[in-house]
Protein backbone atom coordinates (compact mmCIF):
# COMPACT_ATOMS: atom_id res chain seq x y z
CA UNK A 1 0.00 0.00 0.00
CA UNK A 2 1.58 3.19 -1.22
CA UNK A 3 0.68 6.73 -2.66
CA UNK A 4 1.37 7.90 -5.83
CA UNK A 5 1.77 10.83 -7.93
CA UNK A 6 2.79 12.59 -10.78
CA UNK A 7 2.62 15.02 -13.61
CA UNK A 8 2.98 15.81 -17.34
CA UNK A 9 4.14 19.04 -18.37
CA UNK A 10 3.19 20.75 -21.48
CA UNK A 11 4.99 23.32 -20.90
CA UNK A 12 7.69 22.25 -18.89
CA UNK A 13 7.89 24.66 -16.52
CA UNK A 14 7.88 21.92 -13.84
CA UNK A 15 10.76 20.30 -11.67
CA UNK A 16 11.81 18.10 -9.18
CA UNK A 17 11.35 20.56 -5.96
CA UNK A 18 7.01 20.47 -7.14
CA UNK A 19 7.21 16.54 -7.35
CA UNK A 20 8.94 16.16 -4.08
CA UNK A 21 6.00 18.12 -2.41
CA UNK A 22 3.58 15.90 -4.02
CA UNK A 23 5.19 13.16 -2.43
CA UNK A 24 5.53 14.50 0.82
CA UNK A 25 1.93 15.09 1.15
CA UNK A 26 1.07 11.40 0.68
CA UNK A 27 4.10 10.63 3.53
CA UNK A 28 0.97 9.13 5.74
CA UNK A 29 0.36 6.41 2.31
CA UNK A 30 3.72 5.28 2.82
CA UNK A 31 6.62 6.21 5.52
CA UNK A 32 9.41 3.68 4.40
CA UNK A 33 10.74 5.00 1.57
CA UNK A 34 10.19 7.72 -1.34
CA UNK A 35 10.90 8.58 -4.79
CA UNK A 36 10.82 11.04 -7.39
CA UNK A 37 12.18 10.62 -11.23
CA UNK A 38 11.91 13.70 -13.95
CA UNK A 39 11.65 12.57 -18.05
CA UNK A 40 12.20 14.84 -20.16
CA UNK A 41 10.72 14.31 -23.67
CA UNK A 42 10.86 17.53 -26.48
CA UNK A 43 7.80 19.60 -25.70
CA UNK A 44 7.38 17.70 -22.47
CA UNK A 45 7.97 16.63 -19.20
CA UNK A 46 6.70 14.09 -16.76
CA UNK A 47 7.50 13.54 -13.38
CA UNK A 48 6.50 10.12 -11.74
CA UNK A 49 6.56 10.32 -7.82
CA UNK A 50 5.90 7.49 -4.89
CA UNK A 51 5.61 7.17 -1.58
CA UNK A 52 6.33 3.69 -0.07
CA UNK A 53 5.07 1.45 2.74
CA UNK A 54 6.96 -1.98 2.60
CA UNK A 55 4.69 -4.73 2.51
CA UNK A 56 6.16 -7.54 -0.05
CA UNK A 57 10.39 -7.40 -0.55
CA UNK A 58 11.56 -4.72 1.74
CA UNK A 59 14.57 -4.58 0.27
CA UNK A 60 15.57 -1.51 -1.53
CA UNK A 61 14.77 -3.65 -4.54
CA UNK A 62 11.20 -2.81 -4.11
CA UNK A 63 12.24 1.18 -4.88
CA UNK A 64 9.49 3.14 -6.76
CA UNK A 65 9.21 4.51 -9.76
CA UNK A 66 10.89 1.55 -11.04
CA UNK A 67 12.03 0.70 -14.20
CA UNK A 68 12.00 -2.06 -17.11
CA UNK A 69 13.86 -1.24 -20.59
CA UNK A 70 11.22 1.47 -22.09
CA UNK A 71 8.80 0.97 -19.24
CA UNK A 72 8.73 2.96 -15.57
CA UNK A 73 5.74 2.37 -12.96
CA UNK A 74 4.73 3.70 -9.52
CA UNK A 75 2.15 1.83 -8.15
CA UNK A 76 -0.36 1.90 -4.81
CA UNK A 77 -1.78 -2.01 -4.43
CA UNK A 78 -0.88 -5.23 -4.16
CA UNK A 79 -0.81 -8.31 -6.61
CA UNK A 80 -1.86 -11.46 -4.46
CA UNK A 81 -0.64 -14.39 -7.34
CA UNK A 82 2.14 -12.14 -8.24
CA UNK A 83 4.01 -15.42 -7.96
CA UNK A 84 2.19 -17.58 -10.25
CA UNK A 85 1.97 -14.68 -13.14
CA UNK A 86 5.93 -14.55 -12.15
CA UNK A 87 6.13 -18.12 -12.73
CA UNK A 88 4.77 -17.76 -15.89
CA UNK A 89 7.05 -15.04 -17.04
CA UNK A 90 10.07 -17.15 -16.19
CA UNK A 91 9.27 -19.56 -18.29
CA UNK A 92 8.65 -16.77 -21.18
CA UNK A 93 12.39 -15.97 -20.87
CA UNK A 94 12.14 -13.09 -18.25
CA UNK A 95 14.79 -12.41 -15.26
CA UNK A 96 13.43 -10.68 -12.14
CA UNK A 97 15.77 -8.83 -9.43
CA UNK A 98 13.73 -8.15 -6.72
CA UNK A 99 11.14 -10.40 -5.05
CA UNK A 100 8.42 -7.23 -5.67
CA UNK A 101 5.23 -7.64 -7.27
CA UNK A 102 5.63 -3.90 -8.50
CA UNK A 103 8.54 -5.71 -10.90
CA UNK A 104 5.72 -8.13 -11.74
CA UNK A 105 3.75 -6.09 -13.13
CA UNK A 106 6.10 -3.95 -15.46
CA UNK A 107 7.10 -7.35 -17.16
CA UNK A 108 3.43 -8.96 -17.76
CA UNK A 109 2.97 -5.13 -19.34
CA UNK A 110 5.64 -5.34 -21.26
CA UNK A 111 4.92 -9.29 -22.57
CA UNK A 112 1.48 -9.09 -22.65
CA UNK A 113 0.35 -5.51 -23.09
CA UNK A 114 -3.16 -4.05 -20.81
CA UNK A 115 -4.00 -7.41 -21.27
CA UNK A 116 -1.87 -8.33 -18.75
CA UNK A 117 -4.74 -7.22 -15.79
CA UNK A 118 -7.09 -10.17 -16.65
CA UNK A 119 -4.31 -12.47 -14.78
CA UNK A 120 -4.03 -10.08 -11.69
CA UNK A 121 -5.93 -11.19 -8.54
CA UNK A 122 -5.49 -7.96 -6.15
CA UNK A 123 -6.25 -4.35 -5.66
CA UNK A 124 -3.91 -1.21 -7.75
CA UNK A 125 -3.74 2.00 -8.83
CA UNK A 126 -0.43 1.92 -10.70
CA UNK A 127 0.66 4.43 -13.33
CA UNK A 128 2.55 2.88 -16.87
CA UNK A 129 4.95 5.21 -18.65
CA UNK A 130 6.19 3.88 -22.22
CA UNK A 131 9.37 6.07 -22.94
CA UNK A 132 9.55 4.73 -26.47
CA UNK A 133 5.84 5.37 -27.81
CA UNK A 134 5.55 8.28 -25.72
CA UNK A 135 2.25 7.05 -23.92
CA UNK A 136 1.13 6.63 -20.43
CA UNK A 137 -1.40 4.07 -19.30
CA UNK A 138 -3.29 4.46 -16.07
CA UNK A 139 -5.16 1.48 -14.40
CA UNK A 140 -7.34 0.95 -10.99
CA UNK A 141 -8.67 -2.31 -9.59
CA UNK A 142 -11.98 -3.84 -10.46
CA UNK A 143 -13.73 -2.87 -7.33
CA UNK A 144 -12.43 0.48 -6.71
CA UNK A 145 -10.57 -0.68 -3.66
CA UNK A 146 -7.05 1.80 -4.74
CA UNK A 147 -8.15 5.27 -5.12
CA UNK A 148 -6.97 7.28 -8.56
CA UNK A 149 -7.74 11.19 -8.95
CA UNK A 150 -6.80 13.32 -12.21
CA UNK A 151 -6.93 16.39 -13.31
CA UNK A 152 -6.72 18.08 -17.17
CA UNK A 153 -6.56 21.56 -17.91
CA UNK A 154 -5.21 21.02 -21.30
CA UNK A 155 -1.66 22.26 -20.29
CA UNK A 156 -0.97 20.14 -16.94
CA UNK A 157 -2.23 16.70 -16.01
CA UNK A 158 -1.56 15.71 -12.90
CA UNK A 159 -2.71 12.01 -11.01
CA UNK A 160 -2.74 11.38 -7.51
CA UNK A 161 -4.17 8.87 -4.56
CA UNK A 162 -5.40 11.42 -2.76
CA UNK A 163 -5.91 15.04 -3.33
CA UNK A 164 -3.84 16.63 -1.33
CA UNK A 165 -1.30 16.44 -3.25
CA UNK A 166 -2.81 18.37 -6.57
CA UNK A 167 -2.52 21.30 -3.61
CA UNK A 168 0.81 21.09 -3.95
CA UNK A 169 0.84 22.31 -7.84
CA UNK A 170 0.94 25.86 -8.40
CA UNK A 171 -1.46 25.89 -11.09
CA UNK A 172 -4.19 23.45 -9.86
CA UNK A 173 -7.16 25.45 -9.34
CA UNK A 174 -9.74 25.09 -6.74
CA UNK A 175 -13.07 25.77 -9.14
CA UNK A 176 -15.78 23.58 -7.20
CA UNK A 177 -17.81 21.37 -8.89
CA UNK A 178 -21.66 23.08 -8.44
CA UNK A 179 -23.07 19.24 -9.25
CA UNK A 180 -20.51 17.75 -7.04
CA UNK A 181 -21.78 19.52 -4.29
CA UNK A 182 -25.47 18.25 -5.11
CA UNK A 183 -24.30 14.56 -5.32
CA UNK A 184 -22.19 15.05 -1.73
CA UNK A 185 -25.64 16.44 -0.10
CA UNK A 186 -27.87 13.43 -1.65
CA UNK A 187 -25.38 10.77 -1.07
CA UNK A 188 -22.68 12.40 1.35
CA UNK A 189 -19.85 11.68 -0.68
CA UNK A 190 -18.99 12.08 -4.12
CA UNK A 191 -20.37 9.35 -7.00
CA UNK A 192 -17.04 8.66 -9.22
CA UNK A 193 -15.77 9.80 -11.76
CA UNK A 194 -16.94 13.25 -10.95
CA UNK A 195 -14.93 14.97 -8.27
CA UNK A 196 -15.52 18.29 -5.70
CA UNK A 197 -13.39 20.26 -8.17
CA UNK A 198 -13.63 21.03 -12.07
CA UNK A 199 -11.74 19.21 -14.01
CA UNK A 200 -10.81 17.03 -11.87
CA UNK A 201 -11.87 13.20 -11.54
CA UNK A 202 -11.97 9.76 -10.14
CA UNK A 203 -10.60 7.03 -12.59
CA UNK A 204 -13.99 4.54 -12.17
CA UNK A 205 -13.20 1.04 -10.88
CA UNK A 206 -12.74 -1.30 -13.84
CA UNK A 207 -11.44 1.61 -15.63
CA UNK A 208 -8.07 2.04 -17.61
CA UNK A 209 -6.59 5.66 -18.91
CA UNK A 210 -4.49 5.60 -21.37
CA UNK A 211 -2.67 8.91 -22.24
CA UNK A 212 -0.83 9.61 -26.22
CA UNK A 213 1.14 12.47 -25.00
CA UNK A 214 1.99 12.98 -28.58
CA UNK A 215 -1.39 13.65 -29.94
CA UNK A 216 -2.74 14.91 -26.49
CA UNK A 217 -5.35 12.38 -26.23
CA UNK A 218 -6.56 10.75 -23.14
CA UNK A 219 -9.11 7.55 -24.02
CA UNK A 220 -10.71 6.06 -21.36
CA UNK A 221 -12.04 2.27 -21.67
CA UNK A 222 -13.68 -0.12 -18.91
CA UNK A 223 -11.91 -3.49 -18.95
CA UNK A 224 -14.05 -4.71 -16.24
CA UNK A 225 -17.94 -4.55 -15.28
CA UNK A 226 -20.28 -6.05 -12.80
CA UNK A 227 -22.98 -5.33 -14.36
CA UNK A 228 -21.73 -7.87 -17.10
CA UNK A 229 -21.99 -10.91 -14.66
CA UNK A 230 -25.58 -10.15 -13.91
CA UNK A 231 -26.49 -10.40 -17.82
CA UNK A 232 -24.87 -13.16 -17.85
CA UNK A 233 -27.21 -16.92 -17.74
CA UNK A 234 -27.32 -18.33 -14.15
CA UNK A 235 -25.27 -21.33 -13.32
CA UNK A 236 -27.63 -24.06 -13.06
CA UNK A 237 -26.33 -25.44 -10.03
CA UNK A 238 -27.68 -26.61 -6.67
CA UNK A 239 -27.80 -24.74 -3.19
CA UNK A 240 -25.51 -27.69 -1.42
CA UNK A 241 -23.11 -27.03 -4.89
CA UNK A 242 -23.06 -23.63 -4.67
CA UNK A 243 -22.37 -23.74 -1.02
CA UNK A 244 -19.08 -26.17 -1.71
CA UNK A 245 -17.91 -24.25 -4.28
CA UNK A 246 -18.22 -20.13 -2.74
CA UNK A 247 -16.10 -21.94 -0.07
CA UNK A 248 -13.57 -22.82 -2.02
CA UNK A 249 -12.78 -19.41 -3.41
CA UNK A 250 -13.28 -17.87 0.15
CA UNK A 251 -10.70 -20.06 1.22
CA UNK A 252 -8.23 -18.90 -1.97
CA UNK A 253 -9.41 -15.22 -1.65
CA UNK A 254 -8.68 -15.30 2.15
CA UNK A 255 -5.70 -17.19 1.93
CA UNK A 256 -4.30 -14.51 -0.61
CA UNK A 257 -4.87 -11.40 1.03
CA UNK A 258 -2.60 -13.16 3.55
CA UNK A 259 0.24 -12.84 1.32
CA UNK A 260 2.79 -10.42 3.34
CA UNK A 261 6.41 -10.27 4.51
CA UNK A 262 5.22 -7.98 7.60
CA UNK A 263 1.92 -9.18 10.22
CA UNK A 264 -1.39 -9.28 9.47
CA UNK A 265 -4.62 -8.94 11.24
CA UNK A 266 -8.18 -9.08 10.94
CA UNK A 267 -11.12 -6.24 12.30
CA UNK A 268 -13.46 -8.19 13.74
CA UNK A 269 -17.11 -6.48 14.43
CA UNK A 270 -18.75 -10.08 15.46
CA UNK A 271 -20.99 -10.02 12.12
CA UNK A 272 -21.49 -12.41 9.56
CA UNK A 273 -19.15 -11.08 7.40
CA UNK A 274 -15.57 -10.98 9.53
CA UNK A 275 -16.64 -13.89 11.53
CA UNK A 276 -16.08 -15.93 7.85
CA UNK A 277 -13.24 -14.20 7.15
CA UNK A 278 -12.10 -15.25 10.80
CA UNK A 279 -13.25 -18.10 10.56
CA UNK A 280 -12.04 -19.65 7.54
CA UNK A 281 -8.91 -17.80 7.58
CA UNK A 282 -7.89 -19.49 11.59
CA UNK A 283 -9.40 -22.87 10.73
CA UNK A 284 -6.89 -22.65 7.58
CA UNK A 285 -3.83 -21.55 9.85
CA UNK A 286 -1.94 -23.40 12.69
CA UNK A 287 -0.75 -20.03 13.78
CA UNK A 288 -3.41 -18.04 16.28
CA UNK A 289 -4.69 -14.66 14.08
CA UNK A 290 -4.28 -11.41 15.18
CA UNK A 291 -7.87 -9.16 15.58
CA UNK A 292 -9.22 -6.69 16.51
CA UNK A 293 -12.18 -4.50 17.79
CA UNK A 294 -13.18 -0.88 19.24
CA UNK A 295 -15.97 -0.67 21.43
CA UNK A 296 -17.98 2.16 22.92
CA UNK A 297 -19.53 3.14 25.70
CA UNK A 298 -22.57 4.52 24.12
CA UNK A 299 -24.09 3.55 20.61
CA UNK A 300 -23.67 0.96 18.43
CA UNK A 301 -21.35 -1.74 20.31
CA UNK A 302 -20.17 -4.85 18.88
CA UNK A 303 -17.19 -5.80 21.17
CA UNK A 304 -18.71 -8.04 23.04
CA UNK A 305 -19.96 -9.93 20.36
CA UNK A 306 -16.81 -9.67 18.98
CA UNK A 307 -14.58 -10.88 21.97
CA UNK A 308 -16.68 -14.02 21.94
CA UNK A 309 -16.17 -15.09 18.08
CA UNK A 310 -12.76 -14.40 19.04
CA UNK A 311 -12.33 -16.61 22.01
CA UNK A 312 -14.51 -19.60 20.38
CA UNK A 313 -11.80 -19.85 17.62
CA UNK A 314 -8.91 -18.90 19.85
CA UNK A 315 -7.79 -15.80 18.04
CA UNK A 316 -5.15 -13.33 19.55
CA UNK A 317 -7.88 -10.59 20.14
CA UNK A 318 -6.99 -7.18 20.90
CA UNK A 319 -9.91 -4.78 22.53
CA UNK A 320 -10.00 -1.56 22.68
CA UNK A 321 -12.57 0.88 24.56
CA UNK A 322 -12.96 4.09 23.62
CA UNK A 323 -13.99 6.95 25.33
CA UNK A 324 -16.41 9.45 24.12
CA UNK A 325 -14.07 12.07 23.94
CA UNK A 326 -11.50 10.08 22.61
CA UNK A 327 -13.70 9.28 19.43
CA UNK A 328 -14.89 13.14 19.38
CA UNK A 329 -11.28 13.85 18.61
CA UNK A 330 -10.92 12.49 15.47
CA UNK A 331 -13.52 14.53 14.17
CA UNK A 332 -11.18 17.37 13.31
CA UNK A 333 -9.01 15.17 11.16
CA UNK A 334 -11.72 14.07 8.78
CA UNK A 335 -11.59 16.74 6.23
CA UNK A 336 -7.70 16.43 5.73
CA UNK A 337 -7.55 12.64 5.58
CA UNK A 338 -10.92 12.63 2.90
CA UNK A 339 -9.44 15.64 1.05
CA UNK A 340 -13.35 15.52 -0.51
CA UNK A 341 -16.49 16.93 1.25
CA UNK A 342 -17.27 13.05 3.15
CA UNK A 343 -20.28 12.51 5.73
CA UNK A 344 -20.01 8.59 6.39
CA UNK A 345 -19.62 8.96 10.21
CA UNK A 346 -18.45 5.48 10.90
CA UNK A 347 -14.95 6.80 9.57
CA UNK A 348 -14.41 7.86 12.99
CA UNK A 349 -14.39 4.34 14.40
CA UNK A 350 -12.84 2.72 11.62
CA UNK A 351 -10.27 5.25 12.13
CA UNK A 352 -9.59 3.94 15.41
CA UNK A 353 -9.89 0.46 15.04
CA UNK A 354 -6.91 0.80 12.18
CA UNK A 355 -5.10 3.09 15.38
CA UNK A 356 -5.32 0.01 17.61
CA UNK A 357 -4.53 -2.82 14.75
CA UNK A 358 -1.37 -0.34 13.61
CA UNK A 359 0.19 -1.30 17.29
CA UNK A 360 0.44 -4.98 16.35
CA UNK A 361 0.82 -4.88 12.83
CA UNK A 362 1.22 -3.46 9.37
CA UNK A 363 -1.75 -4.79 7.41
CA UNK A 364 -5.44 -5.41 8.11
CA UNK A 365 -8.20 -7.38 6.86
CA UNK A 366 -11.64 -5.91 6.43
CA UNK A 367 -14.44 -7.41 5.64
CA UNK A 368 -16.47 -5.03 3.44
CA UNK A 369 -18.57 -6.39 0.65
CA UNK A 370 -20.48 -8.62 2.22
CA UNK A 371 -23.68 -7.13 1.85
CA UNK A 372 -22.99 -5.40 -1.34
CA UNK A 373 -22.42 -9.22 -2.84
CA UNK A 374 -25.00 -11.29 -0.56
CA UNK A 375 -28.08 -8.51 -0.07
CA UNK A 376 -27.31 -7.99 3.64
CA UNK A 377 -28.57 -4.36 3.45
CA UNK A 378 -32.57 -3.45 4.41
CA UNK A 379 -33.08 -1.54 1.79
CA UNK A 380 -33.20 -4.23 -0.74
CA UNK A 381 -36.38 -5.42 1.30
CA UNK A 382 -37.99 -1.88 1.36
CA UNK A 383 -37.53 -2.08 -2.30
CA UNK A 384 -39.38 -5.37 -3.17
CA UNK A 385 -42.35 -3.71 -0.94
CA UNK A 386 -42.01 -0.55 -2.50
CA UNK A 387 -42.09 -2.12 -6.52
CA UNK A 388 -45.06 -4.52 -4.82
CA UNK A 389 -47.33 -1.33 -4.18
CA UNK A 390 -46.47 0.38 -7.23
CA UNK A 391 -47.24 -2.65 -9.37
CA UNK A 392 -50.54 -2.75 -7.21
CA UNK A 393 -51.07 0.95 -8.89
CA UNK A 394 -53.04 0.45 -12.49
CA UNK A 395 -51.22 2.26 -15.32
CA UNK A 396 -54.04 4.48 -16.54
CA UNK A 397 -54.51 5.78 -12.71
CA UNK A 398 -50.54 6.48 -12.24
CA UNK A 399 -50.92 9.96 -13.67
CA UNK A 400 -54.03 11.01 -11.33
CA UNK A 401 -52.23 9.42 -8.69
CA UNK A 402 -49.06 10.87 -8.86
CA UNK A 403 -50.44 14.71 -8.99
CA UNK A 404 -52.48 13.52 -5.79
CA UNK A 405 -49.35 12.65 -4.25
CA UNK A 406 -47.03 15.54 -5.44
CA UNK A 407 -49.74 18.00 -3.81
CA UNK A 408 -50.15 16.22 -0.69
CA UNK A 409 -46.37 15.97 -0.46
CA UNK A 410 -46.72 20.16 0.48
CA UNK A 411 -49.47 19.28 3.37
CA UNK A 412 -48.77 17.17 6.13
CA UNK A 413 -46.30 18.46 9.03
CA UNK A 414 -44.23 15.37 8.36
CA UNK A 415 -40.84 15.81 6.91
CA UNK A 416 -40.44 12.14 6.58
CA UNK A 417 -44.32 11.35 4.75
CA UNK A 418 -44.16 14.44 2.58
CA UNK A 419 -41.10 12.79 1.51
CA UNK A 420 -42.15 9.81 0.42
CA UNK A 421 -45.20 11.28 -0.97
CA UNK A 422 -42.96 13.28 -3.07
CA UNK A 423 -40.56 10.24 -4.57
CA UNK A 424 -44.20 8.10 -5.00
CA UNK A 425 -45.27 11.44 -7.32
CA UNK A 426 -41.68 11.04 -9.73
CA UNK A 427 -41.52 7.40 -9.54
CA UNK A 428 -45.47 7.13 -11.23
CA UNK A 429 -44.66 9.18 -14.11
CA UNK A 430 -41.88 7.16 -15.56
CA UNK A 431 -41.42 4.06 -17.16
CA UNK A 432 -41.48 0.76 -15.33
CA UNK A 433 -38.23 -0.06 -16.44
CA UNK A 434 -36.33 2.75 -14.59
CA UNK A 435 -38.61 2.72 -11.32
CA UNK A 436 -36.33 0.36 -9.08
CA UNK A 437 -32.89 2.66 -9.99
CA UNK A 438 -34.79 5.60 -9.03
CA UNK A 439 -36.29 3.99 -5.78
CA UNK A 440 -32.86 3.16 -4.80
CA UNK A 441 -31.46 7.00 -5.77
CA UNK A 442 -34.51 7.79 -3.32
CA UNK A 443 -33.03 5.86 -0.21
CA UNK A 444 -29.94 7.52 -0.42
CA UNK A 445 -30.71 11.04 -1.98
CA UNK A 446 -31.64 14.28 0.27
CA UNK A 447 -34.99 15.45 0.89
CA UNK A 448 -35.71 17.73 -2.06
CA UNK A 449 -37.94 19.93 0.22
CA UNK A 450 -34.59 20.28 1.87
CA UNK A 451 -32.28 20.59 -1.54
CA UNK A 452 -34.78 22.72 -2.92
CA UNK A 453 -33.93 25.37 -0.29
CA UNK A 454 -30.59 24.66 0.90
CA UNK A 455 -28.75 25.85 -2.33
CA UNK A 456 -28.65 29.59 -3.66
CA UNK A 457 -30.46 29.05 -6.58
CA UNK A 458 -28.90 31.16 -9.32
CA UNK A 459 -25.67 29.77 -8.82
CA UNK A 460 -26.46 26.08 -8.12
CA UNK A 461 -28.01 23.15 -10.38
CA UNK A 462 -29.41 19.88 -9.93
CA UNK A 463 -28.35 17.68 -11.51
CA UNK A 464 -27.26 15.01 -9.46
CA UNK A 465 -29.23 11.66 -9.84
CA UNK A 466 -26.59 8.83 -10.38
CA UNK A 467 -27.82 6.74 -13.56
CA UNK A 468 -26.80 3.66 -15.50
CA UNK A 469 -27.74 1.13 -18.17
CA UNK A 470 -29.67 -1.68 -16.30
CA UNK A 471 -31.51 -2.78 -19.50
CA UNK A 472 -29.66 -6.02 -19.55
CA UNK A 473 -30.69 -7.22 -16.10
CA UNK A 474 -33.80 -9.26 -15.42
CA UNK A 475 -33.48 -9.52 -11.48
CA UNK A 476 -34.93 -6.11 -9.50
CA UNK A 477 -32.34 -7.53 -6.90
CA UNK A 478 -29.60 -7.31 -9.74
CA UNK A 479 -29.59 -4.15 -10.23
CA UNK A 480 -30.11 -3.19 -6.89
CA UNK A 481 -26.85 -5.34 -5.92
CA UNK A 482 -24.85 -4.24 -9.24
CA UNK A 483 -25.72 -0.30 -8.22
CA UNK A 484 -24.19 -0.92 -4.48
CA UNK A 485 -21.50 -2.97 -6.15
CA UNK A 486 -20.49 -0.15 -8.27
CA UNK A 487 -21.47 3.24 -6.65
CA UNK A 488 -21.89 2.78 -2.45
CA UNK A 489 -19.03 0.48 -2.04
CA UNK A 490 -16.26 2.05 -4.48
CA UNK A 491 -17.33 5.79 -3.42
CA UNK A 492 -18.26 5.62 0.26
CA UNK A 493 -16.94 2.29 1.74
CA UNK A 494 -13.44 1.84 0.42
CA UNK A 495 -12.82 5.56 0.26
CA UNK A 496 -13.17 5.11 4.29
CA UNK A 497 -11.21 2.27 4.65
CA UNK A 498 -8.31 3.35 2.19
CA UNK A 499 -8.48 6.90 4.29
CA UNK A 500 -8.51 5.67 7.53
CA UNK A 501 -6.22 2.66 7.06
CA UNK A 502 -3.41 5.08 5.46
CA UNK A 503 -3.89 7.86 8.16
CA UNK A 504 -2.22 5.39 9.98
CA UNK A 505 0.15 3.88 7.61
CA UNK A 506 -1.71 0.93 7.80
CA UNK A 507 -2.35 -1.83 4.70
CA UNK A 508 -6.15 -2.24 4.52
CA UNK A 509 -7.08 -5.69 2.16
CA UNK A 510 -10.68 -6.65 1.22
CA UNK A 511 -10.46 -10.34 0.94
CA UNK A 512 -14.40 -10.38 -0.18
CA UNK A 513 -13.55 -7.96 -3.24
CA UNK A 514 -11.29 -10.80 -4.65
CA UNK A 515 -13.13 -10.57 -8.35
CA UNK A 516 -13.82 -14.39 -9.05
CA UNK A 517 -16.08 -14.32 -5.71
CA UNK A 518 -18.64 -11.69 -7.58
CA UNK A 519 -18.48 -12.90 -10.78
CA UNK A 520 -19.44 -16.33 -9.00
CA UNK A 521 -22.29 -15.26 -6.74
CA UNK A 522 -23.99 -12.86 -9.25
CA UNK A 523 -24.98 -15.74 -11.46
CA UNK A 524 -26.33 -17.20 -8.78
CA UNK A 525 -30.42 -17.59 -8.31
CA UNK A 526 -31.51 -13.95 -6.79
CA UNK A 527 -32.96 -17.06 -3.61
CA UNK A 528 -29.51 -18.06 -2.87
CA UNK A 529 -28.76 -14.44 -1.76
CA UNK A 530 -31.51 -12.96 -0.26
CA UNK A 531 -34.36 -16.19 0.58
CA UNK A 532 -35.80 -16.06 3.95
CA UNK A 533 -32.79 -14.33 5.42
CA UNK A 534 -30.82 -11.69 4.05
CA UNK A 535 -27.16 -13.15 3.55
CA UNK A 536 -28.84 -16.89 3.02
CA UNK A 537 -25.72 -18.63 1.51
CA UNK A 538 -22.92 -16.60 3.22
CA UNK A 539 -24.96 -17.37 6.63
CA UNK A 540 -24.82 -20.90 6.32
CA UNK A 541 -21.30 -21.21 4.85
CA UNK A 542 -20.44 -19.39 9.17
CA UNK A 543 -22.80 -21.60 10.56
CA UNK A 544 -20.85 -24.87 9.31
CA UNK A 545 -17.69 -22.96 11.38
CA UNK A 546 -19.58 -21.92 14.40
CA UNK A 547 -23.11 -22.57 15.99
CA UNK A 548 -25.54 -20.13 14.63
CA UNK A 549 -26.73 -19.67 18.63
CA UNK A 550 -23.40 -16.87 18.49
CA UNK A 551 -24.63 -15.28 15.54
CA UNK A 552 -28.17 -14.66 16.22
CA UNK A 553 -28.25 -10.98 17.26
CA UNK A 554 -29.83 -7.97 14.85
CA UNK A 555 -27.30 -6.69 12.15
CA UNK A 556 -25.49 -4.00 14.30
CA UNK A 557 -22.57 -2.09 12.09
CA UNK A 558 -20.01 0.50 13.40
CA UNK A 559 -22.35 3.76 14.37
CA UNK A 560 -21.45 6.18 16.89
CA UNK A 561 -23.93 8.13 18.57
CA UNK A 562 -23.60 11.00 16.73
CA UNK A 563 -26.74 13.16 16.53
CA UNK A 564 -26.56 13.16 20.72
CA UNK A 565 -23.24 14.24 20.47
CA UNK A 566 -24.00 17.15 18.17
CA UNK A 567 -27.34 18.02 20.60
CA UNK A 568 -24.58 17.88 23.80
CA UNK A 569 -20.68 17.67 23.80
CA UNK A 570 -20.14 19.09 20.00
CA UNK A 571 -22.94 21.47 20.05
CA UNK A 572 -19.93 23.67 19.29
CA UNK A 573 -19.64 22.83 16.53
CA UNK A 574 -23.40 23.36 14.93
CA UNK A 575 -22.97 26.71 16.36
CA UNK A 576 -20.13 27.69 14.44
CA UNK A 577 -20.16 25.93 11.43
CA UNK A 578 -23.67 26.14 10.80
CA UNK A 579 -23.49 30.26 11.78
CA UNK A 580 -24.80 32.91 9.83
CA UNK A 581 -20.89 34.18 9.05
CA UNK A 582 -19.38 30.83 8.84
CA UNK A 583 -22.13 29.71 5.79
CA UNK A 584 -22.28 33.15 4.21
CA UNK A 585 -18.58 33.25 3.45
CA UNK A 586 -18.67 30.01 1.31
CA UNK A 587 -21.24 31.77 -1.13
CA UNK A 588 -23.19 28.07 -1.51
CA UNK A 589 -25.94 27.97 0.87
CA UNK A 590 -29.12 29.79 2.02
CA UNK A 591 -28.22 31.32 5.21
CA UNK A 592 -31.59 31.92 6.25
CA UNK A 593 -32.66 28.43 5.82
CA UNK A 594 -29.61 27.18 7.29
CA UNK A 595 -30.39 28.95 10.33
CA UNK A 596 -33.61 27.47 10.61
CA UNK A 597 -31.96 23.57 10.31
CA UNK A 598 -29.84 24.59 12.52
CA UNK A 599 -32.62 26.03 15.20
CA UNK A 600 -34.94 22.95 14.22
CA UNK A 601 -32.16 20.84 15.04
CA UNK A 602 -30.77 22.22 18.46
CA UNK A 603 -34.63 21.77 19.67
CA UNK A 604 -34.96 18.27 18.91
CA UNK A 605 -37.87 19.61 15.91
CA UNK A 606 -35.42 18.14 12.56
CA UNK A 607 -35.37 14.31 11.96
CA UNK A 608 -33.12 14.39 9.62
CA UNK A 609 -29.62 15.03 11.41
CA UNK A 610 -27.71 13.64 8.99
CA UNK A 611 -28.16 17.33 6.50
CA UNK A 612 -26.44 19.24 9.91
CA UNK A 613 -23.44 16.50 9.84
CA UNK A 614 -23.04 17.31 6.11
CA UNK A 615 -23.06 20.81 6.54
CA UNK A 616 -20.44 20.82 9.14
CA UNK A 617 -18.22 18.44 7.23
CA UNK A 618 -18.56 20.69 3.95
CA UNK A 619 -18.26 23.95 6.03
CA UNK A 620 -14.36 22.15 7.60
CA UNK A 621 -13.70 21.24 4.18
CA UNK A 622 -14.16 24.10 2.81
CA UNK A 623 -12.77 25.86 5.61
CA UNK A 624 -9.26 23.51 5.51
CA UNK A 625 -8.88 23.56 1.79
CA UNK A 626 -10.45 26.63 0.09
CA UNK A 627 -10.53 29.42 2.09
Known sequence: ?????????????????????????????????????????????????????????????????????????????????????????????????????????????????????????????????DKENLDITIVRDRAGVKPLYYYWDEKIFLFTSELKAFYEYPSFKKSINVNSVHQYFDYGYIPAPNCIFENCHKLESGHLLKFTLRKRKIEIKKYWDVKSFYSLPGIDISYDEAINELEKLFLSAFNYRMVSDVPVGIFLSGGYDSTAVTAILQN??????????????????????????????????????????????????????????????????????????????????????????????????????????????????RKLISRISKVASTLFNNGFLNYKLAVLASVLKINDDKIPQYLLNSYYSLNQKIKS???????????????????????????????????????????????????????????????????????????????????????DIVHKYIPSGLMARPKLGFDVPLKSWLQTDLMYLVEDCLGATAIAKMDVFNVPYVQRLKHDFLRGKLEDYEIVWKLIQFQKWYELWIR
Not at 4 to 30: E, N, P, W, Y
Request: with cysteine; proline share 3%.
Open 1 to 129: MCGICGFIDFQQRSDTGILRKMVASLHHRGPNDNGCEMFFFDDLSVGLGHSRLSIIDLSDAGHQPMSYKNLVITYNGEIYNYKEVKKELVNLGHGFISGSDTEVILHAFEEWGISCISKFIGMFAFVIL
Open 453 to 539: NLFIQDSFINNSIYEDDYSSLDEVLSIALATDYKMYLPDDVLVKVDRATMSVSLEGREPFLDHRIIEFVAQLPGEYKLGHTKKRILK
Open 284 to 397: SNMQKLKTFTVGFDEGVNEAPYAKQIAQYFGTDHEEFYCTTKEAQEIIPSLPYYFDEPYADNSAIPTILVSQLAKKSVTVALSADGGDEIFAGYNHYDTLFNNLKLISKIPHHS
